[in-house]
T-cell receptor, first 115, second 112 residues
Framework: DAGVIQSPRHEVTEMGQEVTLRCKPI?????LFWYRQTMMRGLELLIY????????DSGMPEDRFSAKMPNASFSTLKIQPSEPRDSAVYFC?????????????FGPGTRLTVL | DAKTTQPNSMESNEEEPVHLPCNHS???????IHWYRQLPSQGPEYVIH???SNVNNRMASLAIAEDRKSSTLILHRATLRDAAVYYC?????????????FGKGTKLSVKP
């Protein structure tokens, strides 16, 4: 298996533009997570899905952020409009089950820079 | 999830053992202890987890105190590739929360 795939790996955009980050989870995994990492706040959960349904989006910072999972093999995280404070590394992770013993597999991340 | 405390940084020499401590004095009886690490410019990766007994796998060993208020991740022979941030995370059995809650972790430096 190729692992969790994220695209693009790097994104540079200007303030006000729409940004779409993409994630392909590991085949067969039923949980998908979006995390964000910054120097100030560390790694924090934004939202997670179970069987393509959003379960907890309490970490989504504002209405400018939205996430979808139209099918089991694809998810997007969209920021519209983007702001400089959204600059961060965004990670997607997937797991089989959500139990406390279930390993999460992380993608390589998308480094977003908003100018 | 209960809170964990780890040193901000540690240093090790290559090919020597490394003991990374984690305090979790408020751990509940149903919390699993997980360790993840994040290599530079990569996503976190799972290392090991345990509940009460010591655990070994190909990457590391996990030693859990008898009262479970602390644990130690042991890398038996550190390599340069082991330089990373190591996170100690508690997860409630049954997983009322599916996500991982990351603290600041311990940044491990390995000297050749």
């Amino acid at each position: 298996d190729a692992g969790v795939i994220q695209s693009p790996r790097h994104e540079v955009t200007e303030m006000g533009q729409e940004v779409t980050l993409r994630c392909k989870p590991i085949s067969g995994h039923d949980y998908l997570f979006w995390y964000r990492q910054t120097m100030m706040r560390g790694l924090e959960l934004l939202i997670y899905f179970n069987n393509n349904v959003p379960i907890d989006d309490s970490g989504m910072p504002e209405d400018r952020f939205s996430a979808k999972m139209p099918n089991a093999s694809f998810s997007t995280l969209k920021i519209q409009p983007s702001e400089p404070r959204d600059s961060a590394v965004y990670f997607c992770a997937s797991s089989l089950g959500r139990g406390s013993y279930n390993e999460q597999f992380f993608g390589p991340g998308t480094r977003l820079t908003v100018l | 999830d209960a809170k964990t405390t780890q040193p901000n940084s540690m240093e090790s020499n290559e090919e020597e053992p490394v003991h990374l401590p984690c305090n979790h004095s408020t751990i509940s009886g149903t919390d699993y202890i997980h360790w993840y690490r994040q290599l530079p410019s990569q996503g976190p990766e799972y290392v090991i987890h345990g509940l009460t007994s010591n655990v070994n796998n190909r990457m590391a060993s996990l030693a859990i105190a008898e009262d479970r208020k602390s644990s130690t991740l042991i890398l038996h022979r550190a390599t340069l590739r082991d330089a990373a941030v190591y996170y100690c995370i508690l997860r409630d059995y049954g997983g009322s929360q599916g996500n991982l809650i990351f603290g600041k972790g311990t940044k491990l430096s390995v000297k050749p």
